[in-house]
Structure formats: structure tokens, C-alpha cells
């Protein structure tokens, strides 16, 4: 038996070293070819297909989302006072559009606010639905042909609360609204900075409330007034601090149809202080002044006056895509 095995082994050693030679030998045969086939092959670069990247957009815009909340409950609290809660929520859109000398630039600003005192009532605090929209093409330099739109207006009915009375009904949606177009040239001498002259500028006061037409300046009779004149609009938007932003908007207008002389003046201001990620520290400012509204005081005596409106909250804060204010 041992000697059947030695013999088998001898056997299979003999025939794998026969094909190690003969294997050996066909590698020596083609060992020239294959060299070279790789002096070659090591001088060829395979070109790399990388596709072309894709051409920047030309559209930029982002949302910024703030929300402030306060709630206050009282229980046997000797000096008096309601439950109440408080909600102030603001929407900044912006969206841009830029190709070569032209420029598109649109913004969408709404907020809204309320007071709901539990044992008093509910009170609107703030309202507002304003869109910019402005075109340009560049004629010299920092220089710019322009032209501008502008809406501003409300989304919901806004009461005064005079003393033993009830509610009196002073503003509701498109009542009044406010829309401009104006042509002219939009100065622009640094990034943050941008002044617009429009001597033709078209304003349209509607006022769908037949009741508060005259409080707002038109006609008893007069939903709609056309107003013809020159407006000035200064627009500021920058980082003054590390996490500090400022957006203000100041805008002139001189009616021709009218007294050209008053000039009517709106006033936006907007400072925004990050906290963090998801908490800043706000403020907003809204100062109009309008001869044609017409604002009673506490006797009841109609007049024109200035206007002015203050939001300080600290809250929720939220920016989608390159936001900028």
C-alpha cells in the first residue's frame, strides 16, 4: 500500500513539473511582447471624461421666517389684569434674477400679529402684505434705466377701540391699497446702497369700503384714485455687526395732480440680531405720513398726522436658501 502511494506521488510531481516548464517556456516565448505591450500601454494616458460643470444660475433668492410668541395667565392676582397670549410671525421673501447688464429683483414682506385677552377681546397688532418689484439695465457705469412696482395693503379688517364704544372699523383688505409704478434711473454707488428716481410715477389708491373712502383720501364715490407724480425711494441693506443685519427702505412721493408740495413719506426699517440658529432678537419700524389720511384723535377730530408703528420681539427665527436682508 505504502508503495502504491509513493509511486502515485512520484507520478503527479513528474507531470506538474512538466507543465511548470512547458508553462514557463510559453511565458519565456511571450515575455518580449508583453513587455513591450506594457512600455506601451504606460506611455498612453486614457483620457478621463468629466463632465462640464453646469452654468450658474442666474436666479438667487431665500425666506426668512420669524415668529414670536408670549402667554401670560393670572390666578388671584391682586392688582388685576387678563389672561392673554401674543403672536407675531413675519415673512421676508426674496427672489433676484441677474444676466449680464440686466438686473430683476423681487421681494414679498408679510406680517401679522394679534392680542387675544381673555376677558377683554381679540386685537389685531399688526398687518401687513407688501411686494417690491424692480427691473433694470444698466446705461453707464454704477447707472440704471429702471422701472418699479410697489403694493402695500393689509390681509384683514383693523378696528380702533375707543373708550365706552364699540369697535369702529378703520382698514380692511384692499382698504385701502396702495399700488406704484414708476420709470426712471436706479442709482447703485456701493453693494449695500441703492437710490431710485422715478419722475414719472403712478399711484393708484383703492379703497374698496365705501364707508373709509374719505378717510383715505378719495371720494365718497371714488373706489379707486390715480395719483401722477415723482418719487425718491432710498434702499440700505447690510451687516453692520458680526450677526447684526439692517434693512431700511425710505420712499418720497410728490403728487403733480395734487399739492406737490406735501410730500408723503413711508419709512420701513427692519434690525435683526441672530442669537443663535433658531433665535434672534428683532425689531421693526413702520413711520408713514400722508395729507390724504386722515387720523382722529382722542376727541374724535379728524386730521392728518404721522404714523408710527414699533415691533420689538425676541423669537423663532428661520432663513431657506442665501438669504439675504
Given at each position: ?72 395667565s ?44 381673555f ?40 378696528f ?13 383688505p ?64 447690510d ?25 408723503k ?54 432663513t431657506?436658501g442665501?438669504?439675504?436682508?
Open positions: 500500500m505504502l508503495k502504491k502511494f509513493f509511486l502515485f506521488f512520484s507520478l503527479l510531481l513528474i507531470c506538474n513539473t512538466a507543465l511548470i516548464s512547458q508553462e514557463s517556456q510559453q511565458v519565456k516565448e511571450l515575455s518580449v511582447a508583453h513587455e513591450l505591450s506594457i512600455i506601451v500601454a504606460s506611455k498612453v494616458k486614457i483620457p478621463v471624461l468629466v463632465p462640464p460643470p453646469p452654468p450658474p444660475s442666474r436666479w438667487n433668492g431665500g425666506t426668512l421666517l420669524q415668529l414670536g410668541f408670549s402667554q401670560l393670572l390666578t388671584n392676582w391682586a392688582s388685576g389684569g387678563f389672561d392673554n397670549i401674543a403672536l407675531n410671525a413675519f415673512v421676508n421673501i426674496y427672489r433676484n434674477y441677474t444676466y449680464q447688464q440686466m438686473f430683476w429683483e423681487n421681494r414679498l414682506q408679510i406680517g401679522y400679529g394679534f392680542i387675544q385677552s376677558g377683554d377681546r381679540y386685537k389685531k397688532s399688526d398687518d401687513k402684505f407688501i411686494f417690491d418689484s424692480k427691473v433694470g439695465y444698466r446705461a453707464y457705469e454704477k447707472i440704471f434705466a429702471s422701472a418699479s412696482f410697489n403694493l402695500r395693503t393689509q390681509m384683514s379688517n383693523g380702533t377701540y375707543p373708550a365706552n364704544a364699540d369697535p369702529r372699523l378703520v382698514s380692511g384692499l382698504a385701502p391699497a396702495y399700488f406704484s409704478l414708476g420709470v426712471g434711473m436706479d442709482y447703485k454707488p456701493a453693494k449695500p446702497l441703492s437710490l431710485n428716481f422715478s419722475p414719472l410715477t403712478g399711484n393708484l389708491v383703492v379703497v374698496r369700503i365705501p364707508e373709509l373712502r374719505t378717510r383715505y383720501g378719495n371720494k365718497a364715490d371714488q373706489a379707486a384714485k390715480l395719483e401722477l407724480g415723482a418719487q425718491m425711494k432710498i434702499e440700505y441693506k451687516k453692520i455687526l458680526k450677526n447684526t443685519n439692517v434693512t431700511t427702505t425710505l420712499n418720497f412721493f410728490s403728487d403733480y395732480l395734487g399739492t406737490p408740495k406735501n410730500i413719506v413711508y419709512w420701513d426699517l427692519l434690525v435683526d440680531s441672530k442669537i443663535n440658529k433658531y433665535f434672534s432678537v428683532n425689531l421693526r419700524t413702520n413711520l408713514i405720513y400722508d395729507d390724504d389720511i386722515l387720523i382722529a384723535d382722542k376727541e374724535g377730530n379728524l386730521a392728518p398726522r404721522l404714523q408710527l408703528k414699533e415691533i420689538f420681539s425676541v423669537g423663532f427665527s428661520y431657506f442665501n438669504f439675504k436682508k
